[in-house]
């Protein structure tokens, strides 16, 4: 299993400044993924994030809006960038050590104002 | 590409009821499949899961469910609903050997005393 602690859990934010968002595992992962939820839709894959290389986005996700950095096998950030209203969504990191299962942190509710 | 759907954005149950949500999945190659429950303002809690051997999957809170290849399905159920069932339920597939999901839009489930 894997625990996972992510920081902030809740932000209001201006539309036009950056938050950056932490994921902290307890043990060591060698892909972390982020995942963005819509108000009141499902979960979509945003990127995967490897240790010592580039992030790996999905269609519809790029690196200046959404900058990924993964320093070791424990940690990653993810940066919403230039926020607008329509970036409100609850962001979720995950692990999947044993390619059977993930595990997803409690989320960051962020809202742009 | 692999899909989910989720029939039903909402289902209403009694306590006590027969609890069925519906998924069916589209995958080039043999899946992953995944039920995760969302309470209010948590993050996503896995359920139960299918990889391979016995097709009929118990899972955590008197949930189970039955892959079936020929109809290309996993739907979940459950003998008799509790109040504290009331939540979204995501169903998701991975391509086996992968480890990224891909989530249904989910199924929000209703519990009535």
């Known amino acids: 299993s894997a625990v996972i602690s992510q920081k902030p859990s809740r932000d209001i934010c201006q539309r036009g400044t950056s938050l950056t968002i932490q994921c902290q595992v307890d043990?060591?992962?060698?892909?972390m993924f982020w995942y963005r939820q819509q108000p009141g839709q499902s979960l979509t894959l945003i990127a995967t994030a490897n240790q010592g290389s580039e992030a790996t986005y999905e269609s519809g996700f790029v690196i200046d809006k959404f900058p990924i950095s993964r320093p070791n096998l424990t940690f990653s950030t993810l940066t919403v960038s230039n926020m607008s209203p329509e970036d409100s969504s609850i962001y979720l990191c995950?692990?999947?050590?044993?390619?059977?299962?993930?595990?997803f942190g409690q989320g960051t509710r962020l809202t742009v104002v | 590409a692999q899909s989910v759907t989720q029939l039903g954005s909402h289902v209403s149950v009694s306590e006590g009821a027969l609890v069925l949500l519906r998924c069916n999945y589209s995958?080039?190659?043999?899946?992953?499949l995944f039920w995760y429950v969302q309470y209010p303002n948590q993050g996503l809690q896995l359920l139960l899961k299918y990889t391979t051997g016995a097709t009929l999957v118990k899972g955590i809170n008197g949930f189970e469910a039955e892959f079936k290849k020929s109809e290309t399905s996993f739907h979940l159920t459950k003998p008799s609903a509790h109040m504290s069932d009331a939540a979204e339920y995501f169903c998701a597939v991975s391509p086996t050997g992968f480890q990224k999901l891909v989530f249904g839009t989910g199924t929000r489930l209703l519990v009535s005393p």
């Open positions: 995950s692990v999947n050590p044993g390619v059977t299962e993930a595990f």
């Open positions: 995958s080039s190659v043999p899946p992953y």
């Open positions: 043990s060591q992962v060698t892909m």
